[in-house]
Every structure is written in structure tokens, then in C-alpha cells.
């Protein structure tokens, strides 16, 4: 079995919304009372699944939805760390600017 689809297969609707850059779609579940702070079987986060994909928009709405931005995964890597490792450095750049405010 790949990696993919095990992660899928342990994946709520919120992770996907993350995942696939759908803010909207974040939004409506957040409104339903999606738990924000979940983990997955590897401990990696909202933030961390938007911070691998490198969606800006998506960590900016989990940040206004107060959810953790920095927590790191079972293999103790955080968001910053894996956005910066996938090149995405404006998540990078949003999560400096985001530590701290709330």
C-alpha cells in the first residue's frame, strides 16, 4: 500500500480541504465545528499538510481560526520546516510573520 493512500485513508474532510488548497471549503467546515487542532497517524497537523503544499491562503485561515502553526509531526519536523524543505518559502515567509499574532 503507498504512502498516499494510507494517508488518505486516515484523512477527514478537514485535512483534504487542507491538503487541496480549498479555503472555502476550510471555512464551511470550520463553521460546522471541524476540530482544527486534529492529527493524523504521523502526528502532522492542518497547518502542517497546507504548510507541504505550499498554500499561503490556507495557513492565513487556520492562523485567524487560532489553530496551531508551529506544532511538529511524530518525526519532529514543523510546518516552517517542511514548507522551507518543498521550496514553498512565502509559507515560509507568512508563518514568520504569523508567529506571535493572535
Known amino acids: ?7 488518505l485513508v486516515f ?5 483534504l480541504a487542507c491538503k487541496y488548497g480549498h479555503g472555502n471549503i476550510v471555512t464551511l ?3 460546522y465545528e471541524a476540530d482544527i487542532h486534529q492529527t493524523d497517524h504521523m502526528g502532522k497537523t492542518p497547518a502542517w499538510i497546507a504548510a507541504f503544499e505550499g498554500y499561503e491562503g490556507i495557513i492565513r485561515l487556520l492562523h485567524e481560526y487560532e489553530a496551531d502553526l508551529y506544532q511538529a509531526n511524530n518525526f519532529n519536523k514543523k510546518p516552517s520546516q517542511i514548507a522551507s524543505q518543498k521550496g514553498h518559502q512565502n509559507v ?5 510573520e504569523l508567529q506571535g499574532r493572535w
Open 1 to 7: 500500500m503507498c504512502t498516499f493512500f494510507v494517508s
Open 11 to 15: 484523512s477527514t474532510p478537514f485535512f
Open 29 to 31: 467546515l470550520h463553521e
Open 92 to 96: 515560509v515567509e507568512v508563518l514568520r
